[in-house]
């Protein structure tokens, strides 16, 4: 017998190490192939090998869970590859932090072999926690074939794109600013940097115009500093005060440089003067500015961020926030500085230094991201990728057709270090190993030439974006890269489409010439209950692990899945995953309840041989619901198809069929009795497997357990067969049922609307009923009596007096309650409930209409506010219908 209880600290573990015994991941079964199941490939989005599972990771692997069991269980050949990434600073200052603590040499004083030897020492040693915890979600990958972007033949892959694109004059060194961290002392990328916002100043300071000693332009700045790197000024074509200055020059303070005043559309006239100082070496827009207007481009930063000798010599090695103060100061003395304002704006904060961000100028490395673009636009454009939700594919347009060179250069140890050597005199060479540079330079100077690496890794960003091939052992032709590639799906977050899924867009093309998948999912945030973004300053970040050990994993699988509506955030509540571990719950103990009446499984059943209505009802509804949930999954709609499981078990199996068949399963008819327990038992294995994709741990307990009894399981649950049903709906089974379960629904309404007692038994009346209607009601006035707690049920051709009444197709359902409640009482009662509830929501109404309230109220706040108002007015449209009700019995 099954245990009273699913405990899924005491199960789960021990069915994954049953799936991974049996090899139920890997992906090229032999029977399948010989069967010809196709392919089906879903490539993980590799978490950093320094990572440790967030709800992000738990929803985005908990859809692709679904999916990779959904298409094995339709028989296809499904690979989910695995992997981690290097996460090149992340797992760089990993390492540092633990020298540092351990009081052991730097990295500097180690040398780079060592320092690298040690990063893969700690990497064997503790890297790659989040692999057992994907595990402990029930995560289906197919392990044996792990990969990592540093593992042999990745870092293959990689050197050769490398080579290959700079040969075609795709990458190229370049002097342009990048997100410079002073404390890493390396380029970082935009998804690395935190926009901060900050109460701070705004400078307004006056610039002399050369040769009119009485004339000023006046600039504003939040970063004074920077003033020392101006190489001119613009202003907006059209601002007529300036028409006079376009083509004159503005004289430095403090420095004395000459400021081309120039005219740009950069410049608005609506803000502060209208004119902006220019430093292209130090601002993203200026930058820009400088180089249509042909400006010098002056760093003043050294890789720390203190004043370089490019600045005056007062101000030289000066920390950047010292060297402000020095500025002002200065300024100050020379009454250059016309006003400050307190100014509330965003500052660049690095992600993994806490350290504020510099725009800086460097030569680095750069991928020509505009060429490669032009494909993967069109192919999108084409419809070869599609996005889901596709309103997502607007922001890819917008991205890619803004697109700027991307910097690939990184100023780490960890990572792909950059295969270009450099001669004496600084001529490059790029080849796939120090051999082929030594013979290109040979060849170049005619004579063996000592060469110096370039020390630069690569952009982690670069190794993801081979991701879908190189992981099929690309550049090799393998039998695994012919299969697999394009891959199905891929399923990632947002926020890195522009960063990952347009980069893996553009190298699929030009390497492979094909798109790397058909459907790119982009899942939403999940949030706390109240919207709120999770984040550790809040505290209110939710851990999913803690999650899985209190509810268990499917609990916490089903939450997210169930929550998981195109295009809307998940605002999650431990509740929730408290009502779906109760759904398990309802689950166990309806198989309990099968297992109790001895529903057993029987290898010749055929559903559509059904005879009793009930039967026939419910394998149709197992039919409909086969195919809802197959439609959900397949459209990647994951919240339809979770509902319609738990819709289909929780109300339709559980709350009707199990009540309405217990005393078939207790009756004496023999013939029906075996035919009810094959069904319940059929339809229960249809249910199982249909939840097994959302909750695969108590799902495969419940196939094995149940199949200890009775024929044997052919296959685990997760390799059996997907549900196909047709033909099985009876309209006629399905009509006489559903009026059965109309019945019981409104009497049960009624007596809970209008406070009838829990055990008061009550009679009915049938007014007007047909010939049918009375049939119904006698075939199943036992069970109508005892499901909705009714004393007697006739026939009459009118309402006895002090009835409530209720519409039931052709005929009417008078329940006379004069002498069950006080109706004058219960009116009374119901009023003033109205007029609570209609109190309640004019208190809502004016706070909604508040415009102080929803402007200045977190959004959360305004949110809860429209939510309750929403439930007060659905109480008080319920309140009206009872007090309807009793208002015709008087």
Not at 209 to 231: N, Q
Not at 257 to 269: F, G, M, S, T
Not at 545 to 565: I, V
Not at 594 to 616: G, H, V
Request: proline share 4%.
């Amino acid at each position: 017998m099954l245990d009273k209880t699913f405990e899924p600290a005491e199960t789960e573990s021990r069915i994954y190490q049953q799936w991974e015994n049996a090899g139920a991941f890997a992906c090229g079964d032999e029977a399948r192939l010989k069967a010809g199941a196709k392919p089906y490939c879903i490539v993980i989005p590799p978490p950093n090998v320094t990572g440790s599972l967030h709800m992000g990771h738990a929803l985005n692997n908990t859809l692709q869970d679904v999916l990779a069991r959904f298409e094995r269980m339709r028989g296809k050949d499904v690979l989910w590859q695995p992997g981690m990434d290097h996460a090149g600073i992340a797992t760089q200052m990993v390492v540092e932090r633990q020298l540092m603590e351990q009081q052991q040499p730097g990295r500097r004083e180690m040398g780079r072999e060592a320092f690298v030897e040690r990063i893969w020492a700690w990497k064997d040693e503790s890297g790659g926690t989040i692999i057992n915890q994907l595990k402990r979600l029930g995560a289906s990958c197919d392990w044996s074939r792990e990969r990592f972007t540093m593992d042999e033949g990745l870092s293959k892959a990689v050197l050769k794109v490398f080579v290959d694109l700079y040969r075609a004059g795709l990458i190229y060194k370049d002097n342009r600013l990048v997100n410079w961290d002073p404390k890493l002392e390396t380029a970082i990328s935009d998804l690395e940097v935190q926009q901060v916002e900050t109460d701070g100043h705004l400078w307004h300071l006056r610039y002399p115009i050369d040769g009119d000693e009485k004339r000023h332009i006046v600039v504003a700045t939040t970063r004074p500093e920077t003033m020392l790197g101006d190489t001119g000024v613009a202003v907006h074509p059209d601002d007529e005060r300036y028409q006079d200055l376009i083509g004159k020059f503005a004289v430095l303070p403090l420095v004395g440089r000459k400021l081309q005043i120039v005219a740009d559309e950069h410049a608005d006239p609506e803000q502060g003067s209208g004119a902006v100082k220019i430093t292209p070496a130090h601002d993203f827009n200026d930058f820009e500015v400088g180089r249509r207007h042909g400006l010098e481009e002056i760093n003043i930063f050294d890789r720390h961020a203190h004043i370089n000798d490019n600045a005056p010599e007062a101000y030289r090695g000066l920390e950047r926030y010292a060297a402000r103060e020095r500025v002002l100061t200065d300024l100050e003395a020379l009454g250059l500085i016309e006003k400050i304002d307190d100014h509330r704006h965003v500052i660049p904060y690095g992600d993994r230094s806490n350290e504020v961000i510099e725009p800086y100028l460097t030569e680095q490395w750069y991928v020509d991201a505009a060429t490669l673009a032009k494909p993967a636009i069109e192919a999108v454009e084409r419809g070869e990728t599609v996005f889901v939700p596709k309103s997502w594919e607007k922001t890819y347009f917008e991205w890619m057709r803004n697109i700027q060179p991307w910097c690939i250069s990184r100023q780490l140890w960890w990572g792909h270090q950059i295969p270009a050597w450099y001669g004496p005199d600084g001529e490059i060479f790029v080849a796939h190993d120090e051999a082929e540079a030594k013979a290109l330079a040979e060849a170049h100077y005619g004579k063996a030439t000592e060469l110096e690496r370039d020390e630069d890794v690569l952009d982690t960003w670069f190794s993801s974006a081979l991701w879908p091939f190189s992981t099929l052992g690309w550049p090799e032709e393998t039998p695994e890269l012919k299969r697999y590639y394009k891959t199905d799906v891929l399923l990632t977050a947002f926020d890195i489409i522009f960063f990952w899924v347009a980069r893996m867009m553009m190298m699929g093309l030009h390497f492979k010439n094909e798109v790397p998948f058909h459907t790119v999912y982009i899942h939403a945030l999940v949030r706390d209950e109240t919207g709120a973004k999770m984040s550790k300053s809040k505290g209110n970040v939710i851990d999913p692990l803690g999650l899985a050990d209190e509810y268990g994993a499917d609990a916490l699988r089903f939450t997210l899945a169930a929550m998981a509506a195109q295009g809307r955030d998940i605002k999650l509540a431990t509740s929730r995953v408290e009502g779906y571990r109760n759904f398990g719950t309802k689950l166990w103990n309806a198989a309990r309840f099968l297992e109790m009446n001895e529903c057993l499984r029987q290898s010749d059943f055929d559903p559509a041989k059904c005879t009793q209505p009930i039967n026939k009802w419910i394998v149709g509804e197992a039919e409909k619901t086969v195919e809802k949930v197959t439609e959900g999954i397949a459209a990647y709609r994951f919240n339809d198809a979770a509902a319609a499981i738990y819709h289909f078990l929780w109300h339709v199996f559980c709350d009707w069929y199990l009540e309405l068949v217990k005393p078939l399963l207790q009756g004496e008819d023999q013939t029906i009795q075996a035919e009810t327990r094959a069904t319940a038992a059929w339809v229960l294995d249809q249910a199982i497997k249909l939840l097994h994709p959302f909750m695969p741990f108590i799902t495969e307990e419940l196939w094995a357990r149940l199949g200890e009894r009775g024929p044997a399981r052919e296959t685990m649950l997760i390799v059996a067969d997907w549900p196909r049903l047709s033909g099985l709906a009876d309209a006629e089974s399905a009509r006489e049922l559903g009026w059965v379960i109309e019945f019981v629904s409104e009497v049960r309404s009624v007596r809970a609307e209008i406070n009838v007692p829990a055990g008061a038994k009550i009679p009915v009346v049938l007014v007007g009923a047909g010939e049918e209607t009375a049939r119904l009601a006698a075939v199943y006035d036992e069970t109508l009596k005892r499901l909705a707690r009714i004393e007697e049920i006739t026939l009459g051709s009118e309402a006895p007096k002090g009835s409530v009444q209720i519409l039931l197709g052709e005929a009417v359902l008078a329940l006379p309650l004069a002498g069950v409640i006080d109706i004058s009482a219960e009116t009374e009662r119901l009023r003033r409930e109205i007029d609570k509830a209609n109190s309640e929501i004019e208190k809502y109404e004016a706070k909604l209409a508040n415009t102080k309230f929803t402007s200045r109220a977190p959004e959360h706040v305004v949110a809860e506010q429209r939510q309750r108002k929403a439930e007060a007015q659905d109480a008080a449209e319920r309140l009206k219908q009872a007090l309807k009700r009793l208002e015709t019995t008087l």
